[in-house]
């Protein structure tokens, strides 16, 4: 795409909102994950402190990323990043039409603050670096002290962060159901193809389209799939969403082995219950290609969190 002036300058401006964002650590966009051992699949663990975003990369932060590229003139990084809206489509070829989607999610400016889906892995760490060189080019020229870089989590701070100081609850919200009192549910996930949930209709929070594919759909629409990044409470570290809506990436260590490898943890819109349960397993296994039900929340540790 060839961007007009206003829109180079609109990012111009979006690009500076995300630099000082996580240059000033906003408490709003970047929390503090202190450090800390728990249990993790039946072994001891420690994490170090380290911030994560406080929720999902959204559509008009990547948005943002890849007009950039454009605008420094670099075409190729931007064909390797850019979302392949195409997965709506190809990923569920006779058995639903997101034709529509496929369309608007990116582009459509209702969609911006949903989470970025149909990127590659690549594209996720090109992110990253982006944002971390772009951010450290302002410390610099404030003569302030560079970040550490920015990047995927591993699959142990994910945990951790999602655990939020238990190691005793399936979910982030400290509790081993998936509705709450009011019979609403607490994640977005597929009711469609799992049976093991209940569907109030008398439930406080409106149960008005009883064919959805996802507990939102429930009540927004029944070909609902994601929802906006904050659209359920956090956890009590402040994160949104650690469960449900996009399956997270995440890099995979094995604590015996010491190998790493590429996996997703959380579970997304299109994931049975059993995938945003913390003690779950790998979903999307070595799976580093665009898809619609992943994608990322960036951290990156400092020696300044506990100061």
């Known amino acids: 795409p060839v961007l007009t002036e206003k829109e180079i ?12 964002d996580l240059a ?12 800390g051992t728990f249990d993790y699949h039946g072994q001891k663990v420690s994490v170090k402190s380290f911030y994560m975003e406080t929720t999902e990369v959204s ?3 990547y948005l943002t990323f890849i007009f950039d590229l454009l605008i420094q003139n670099r075409k190729e990084d931007f064909l390797k990043a850019k979302p392949d809206q195409s997965q709506w489509v190809k990923a569920f070829e006779g058995i639903y039409d997101f034709t529509k989607l496929k369309d608007a999610y ?7 603050d949903y989470p970025v889906v149909n990127i590659s892995r690549e594209g996720a760490e090109m992110f990253c670096r982006w944002l971390t060189n772009a951010t450290n080019e302002y410390l610099a020229s404030k003569n302030k002290p560079l970040m550490n870089d920015l990047r995927i989590p591993t699959n142990h701070e994910w945990t951790y962060a999602a655990r939020s100081g238990t190691n005793t609850a ?3 919200w400290r509790t081993n159901v998936s509705q709450n009192n009011f019979g609403c549910f607490l994640a977005n996930f597929c009711i469609k193809n799992f049976g093991e949930v209940k569907r109030d209709p008398k439930a406080k929070c409106g149960y008005g389209f009883p064919n959805a594919i996802t507990t939102a759909g ?7 799939t994601t929802v906006m990044i904050s659209a359920y409470n956090p956890n009590d570290f402040g994160l949104y969403c650690m469960c449900g809506n996009v ?3 995440v890099y995979e260590q094995d604590l015996t082995t010491k190998k790493i490898s590429h996996g997703t943890r959380g579970g997304s819109w299109y994931s049975d219950l059993d ?28 020696s300044a969190i506990n100061k």
């Open 218 to 224: 429930t009540i927004l629409g029944p070909m609902q």
């Open 9 to 20: 300058k609109e990012n111009h401006k979006r690009k500076r909102e995300m630099v000082s």
């Open 170 to 172: 399936d979910f982030p």
């Open 106 to 112: 990116f582009s459509n400016k209702s969609y911006r």
């Open 24 to 35: 000033k650590l906003s408490k709003d966009i970047y929390l503090p994950i202190p450090m």
């Open 59 to 61: 559509n008009l932060e």
């Open 247 to 249: 399956s997270e990436m």
């Open 275 to 302: 995938y945003l349960r913390l003690t779950s397993e790998n979903e999307f296994k070595n799976v580093t290609k665009p898809s619609p039900m992943i994608g990322f929340r960036p951290v990156f540790t400092t």
